[in-house]
């Protein structure tokens, strides 16, 4: 199958599959995060096929998002498999979408290659700056949680089971996640990338505080 087929197939693949997602995990993520990882593997040198289609399925299947255990290794192999992909592409796709999720503050990230390094970096940059904090709201307001409770710590998760505990705020999401994500960043272009979108979060929880507080 020639790439640009491939790439048709998995967008109308992945629109079918997160086209009515309103927490943040729709398919204009995955398409921004396509974009994202292909300018960074393009600054990286790495190779644009393989990052483009990983990119593009990282979230499919993933258990927050779906409910499936199996995770998005999986889903992204039955899908591929069903386009006849050759063996050895899916082995290397579903080893990047398996290790790019953020599973706790306190829990290493799994070591992968440069092109999974390029879609890790691209996935979390666009959970900051102002779509990052957009997405955060929406997806805490899709899991019920509080704006903000200034009676409640932000936690140092240890585990993905502590990580994806349930009650704590949005705001309380910066802290353990979302400003944790720049020094993360796996590439050069990825970290340099991060900086603005670092600024511009903590200039919003200023700004949110101040307001909290009535002083704005």
Request: aromatic share 6%; hydrophobic share 45%; glycine share 10%.
């Amino acid at each position: 199958m020639r790439h640009a087929d491939l790439v048709f197939a998995t967008e109308e693949y992945v629109a079918a599959q997160m086209g009515t997602d309103a927490a943040g995990h729709d398919h204009w993520h995955a398409r921004r995060v396509r974009d994202l990882a292909l300018r960074l593997a393009r600054a990286e040198g790495a190779d644009l096929e393989t990052v483009e289609i990983a990119a593009l399925l990282h979230d499919i299947g993933d258990e927050k998002v779906s409910g499936d255990p199996l995770g998005p290794g999986k889903a992204a192999q039955t899908f591929l498999e069903s386009l006849s992909v050759d063996h050895d592409t899916i082995t290397h796709i579903c080893a990047i979408v398996d290790a790019v999720s953020f599973h706790g503050s306190g829990v290493a990230d799994p070591p992968t290659d440069l092109e999974g390094l390029c879609v890790r970096d691209a996935d979390r940059l666009d959970a900051m700056g102002a779509i990052g904090i957009a997405r955060a709201f929406a997806y805490g307001g899709h899991l019920g949680r509080p704006i903000y409770d200034p009676d409640q710590a932000a936690v140092e998760a240890n585990s993905l089971a502590a990580y994806r505990a349930g009650g704590r705020s949005t705001i309380n999401h910066f802290d353990e996640k979302l400003l944790r994500l720049a020094a993360r960043m796996g590439t050069d272009s990825g970290r340099a990338l991060a900086v603005e979108r670092q600024k511009f979060m903590l200039d919003f929880l200023e700004r949110f505080a101040a307001e909290w507080r009535g002083e704005r």
